[in-house]
Structure formats: C-alpha cells, structure tokens
C-alpha cells in the first residue's frame, strides 16, 4: 500500500509539473517580452482627461531638425499608418493640406524656420507659425491637437546574446546583410555601433502646450557589409519598409496615448 501510495504521489507531482510547464510556455507565447528600453513617455494626464483627444493633425513638418536625406522618402509612408493606427482608436486625423497652405501662409509672413546650411530650427520663428496657423484653424474649426512625427536616428550595437540583437527604445531587432553570401565574417567586431531609427510623436493642444511625448523603435537603417574581410556597417539599400517593425514602433510611440496591446515595458 505504501509503495503504490507513493508512486500515486510521484505521479500527481509529475502532473502538477506538466501543467506548470504547460501554462509557462503559454503565458510566454502569448505574453509580450519585457523590453527595459522602452521610452520614459510624459504625458499631461490631467489636460488629456479634462479633454480626450478626438480629431488631430499631423503637419507635414518636423517638430525638431528635418530627417535625415534617405529617412525622407518613408515620412509620408509612415504618416499613413501612424493616421490609420488612430482612426482605428476612434481618433478623427484631419487632412494635411489645410496645415500646409496655412503653415505655408504663415512662413511667407514670419519666414522658414529651418537654416538650410545647418538644418538647425529657429524655436521663436517655429512658435511665431504655429500660433498663425492655430488663429486661422480656430476662423473655420479645426483639430483638438497637432501631433507631429520625427524620423530620429540613434547608434545602438547589436551584442546582445547569440541571435546579436540590438535593443532600444522598446523594440529588439536583429542585424541584416548586405552584399553577396550570407554569413557575417568571423572577426566581425560586434561592438560596433549601427545607425538605427525611431519614431518620436509629440502632441501639443490649441494652446499649444505639450500633452504627450514619446518614442517607438523602428528598424536598422545601417545592414553589415558582407564584402569586407574586416567587417563594417553600410547603409541599408531598403529603407524602413518592413510594415511589422514600422507598427510595431508606431504603437510604442503612442502607448498609452492610444494603448499598446501588448507593451513590452511592463516586467
């Protein structure tokens, strides 16, 4: 009796094991993968509770410098999908060309902003035209909130562990090659830092103070060069154009604007 009372033992904690096990595997398959790198976001949560955002405009312009030459091409491509990401949250995204003719209006009255030989924005300038272009929205109604996008670029390395990932601003990407073959030469000094993009997203109200800030990963804009012995980074001939990484950095720099189902900055 006391030997098949504990083989009955044995086996109920052999049971309990397996659905232990079981219920890890499912908790981390269907779980996001915590990410430490995630932004620190600010966020004015009383002004956004008095008045949720319900229609926004996305200018066509950069809050800070503009991108990079060969980030350029996919700002429009990735301000379709951040817009249809907030139609999907019930957010209404008014059109672009009101904003352009007034930004447009208003730059011929106070000048560019932006010193074409260094791309550095004059501040006073920049705040002299959004107040003209809130007065002449507010004479035919307009938009809760300007939400502007920025393509910014950061230098991360890709060492971390086997798989040589690279971790920043809450994403976890994994190098591409560039050139003939498709292996990394052996001397490959993984330390090296690669360029890397984000998406940053800033909101400001009709009075135009500061309601929300944050960033979400995107993608390496930098690829390792299989043609060199020694190793070495080279742009990318693609730019962005991976649509899974591009929202998943589009829903990252929203959260919890618009909240991420599945955020990776909760341990």
Request: charged share 20%; hydrophobic share 40%.
């Amino acid at each position: 009796m006391r030997i098949q009372s504990f083989q009955l033992s044995a086996t109920k904690i052999l049971l309990a094991l397996s659905l232990a096990a079981s219920l890890l595997l499912t908790g981390c398959a269907s779980g996001p993968s915590y990410n430490p790198t995630v932004y620190p976001f600010e966020m004015n949560e009383e002004k956004l509770s008095e008045s949720p955002l319900a229609t926004v405009v996305i200018p066509h312009v950069n809050l800070g410098s503009p991108s990079r030459k060969y980030l350029r091409d996919s700002e429009a491509r990735i301000d379709a999908r951040l817009s249809a990401y907030l139609k999907d949250a019930g957010i209404k995204v008014l059109p672009q060309r009101d904003f352009k003719q007034h930004w447009n209006t208003a730059v011929r009255a106070f000048g560019d902003p932006v010193d074409p030989t260094n791309g550095k924005v004059n501040m006073r300038t920049f705040a002299q035209i959004m107040q003209s272009v809130r007065d002449r929205y507010a004479e035919d109604g307009g938009p809760d909130a300007f939400l502007f996008t920025d393509l910014v670029e950061l230098e991360v390395a890709f060492n971390n562990g086997l798989k040589h990932l690279a971790r920043w601003d809450g994403v976890a990407r994994r190098p591409s090659l560039q050139g003939p073959g498709n292996g990394v030469n052996a001397a490959f000094d993984w330390s090296l830092p690669a360029s890397v993009a984000s998406l940053q997203v800033t909101v400001f109200d009709t009075d135009l103070q500061r309601l929300f800030v944050s960033r979400g990963g995107l993608d390496a804009t930098d690829a390792i060069d299989t043609r060199s012995s020694a190793g070495r980074y080279i742009r990318r001939r693609s730019i962005l154009e991976n649509t899974t990484h591009v929202d998943e950095g589009i829903a990252l720099a929203l959260h919890p604007l618009v909240p991420m189902k599945q955020y990776p900055g909760d341990p």
